[in-house]
């Protein structure tokens, strides 16, 4: 299993000192965005900064860099993979992503790309938003049916469904995700687990709040997400924090591996008055493999 993502920190990419403030915030990735926090006359020159940015750090970088760039709806698309391709980044955020047929369509302008710079074949990986627009929920469950060899994750996202659909808040009167929000959030996990790839949690909005970003964290990770997008550094320390592996947790699944290995011809064992059976010994290996990788460093690529 390789490591999880677990903090990707969007930093602006016609910003050169909000990039190099990045580099230290501890990030496991840094998404240079060429989308929402570029606007159209600077396109251009963010495309031409991300590229020199990437290239002169990422030998030193112990982190990923990913790119945000625009969607494929859109005429700045090409151009962004044009000019971005070369620097070779660690994959491209991929934002309103309709179906697989995108992710796949994508892939194959990273083919040519690819050759054209000299790169390792399939060395870019992608991260789809599919929850953007009122389609895109639709095909979720198809995902998994796909051959998509670069799919690293897949994530999801409130604010631009909201526009799309027409609504003025995407929250209910508890401040909590409405109802509609809900259903994709949760269908975007059980698609990501079908393909067996991360599902990273979308943005929490007030950087202001570490208590609540640290309480949400941990419920998306008890949930099954893996990671999180940060839109501030200091919310870098909370997402990694929360991604861990509770001590609790932790200390449970090796006292069921440990329970399992002492009957290694049992399909089933006794724990604390529990019976425990294969379902329980993969979770515990999984949280043990989580806590070990991520005790080990920078995260790469993948799960």
């Not at 990045?22 to 929402?36: H, I, K, P, Q, T």
């Not at 991929?94 to 399939?122: F, M, N, Q, W, Y």
């Not at 994750?153 to 799309?164: C, I, V």
Request: proline fraction near 6%; charge should be negative; aromatic fraction near 6%.
């Amino acid at each position: 299993m390789k490591r999880p993502l677990r903090s990707l920190l969007f930093v602006p990419g016609d910003s050169e000192r909000k990039m190099r403030k990045g580099l230290s915030a501890g990030a496991d990735a840094l998404v240079l965005d060429l989308e929402d926090s570029v606007v159209p006359t600077r396109k251009a020159i963010a495309r031409e900064m991300v590229s020199a940015f990437i290239s002169a750090e990422k030998a030193n970088y112990r982190g990923q860099f990913w790119i945000r760039i625009n969607p494929l709806s859109t005429t700045l698309n090409l151009p962004d993979l044009a000019a971005v391709v070369r620097c070779g980044p660690a994959g491209l955020l991929l934002p309103k992503c309709t179906a697989p047929e995108d992710v796949a369509r994508l892939s194959h302008c990273l083919d040519i790309l690819e050759v054209r710079e000299g790169l390792p074949p399939g060395e870019i990986a992608i991260l789809p938003v599919v929850t953007e627009t009122a389609q895109s929920p639709f095909s979720l469950g198809r995902y998994a049916n796909e051959s998509l060899g670069r799919l690293m994750g897949l994530t999801w996202g409130a604010e631009d469904l909201s526009a799309a659909i027409g609504a003025s808040t995407n929250k209910d009167t508890a401040g909590q995700w409405a109802f509609t929000y809900q259903v994709v959030r949760s269908l975007c996990l059980l698609s990501a687990k079908a393909c067996n790839v991360q599902c990273i949690e979308t943005l929490f909005s007030d950087y202001r709040d570490p208590g609540g970003l640290k309480a949400s964290c941990h419920a998306a990770r008890r949930e099954g997400f893996t990671g999180r997008f940060a839109i501030h550094p200091d919310q870098v320390p909370g997402i990694n924090e929360g991604f861990m592996p509770d001590p609790e947790d932790v200390a449970h699944a090796r006292r069921v591996v440990a329970a399992f290995a002492e009957a290694p011809d049992a399909g089933t064992v006794g724990l604390d008055g529990q019976m425990l059976d294969t379902p329980h010994l993969n979770q515990a290996t999984y949280v043990l493999r989580l806590f070990e990788s991520f005790g080990s460093g920078i995260a790469t690529t993948g799960v």
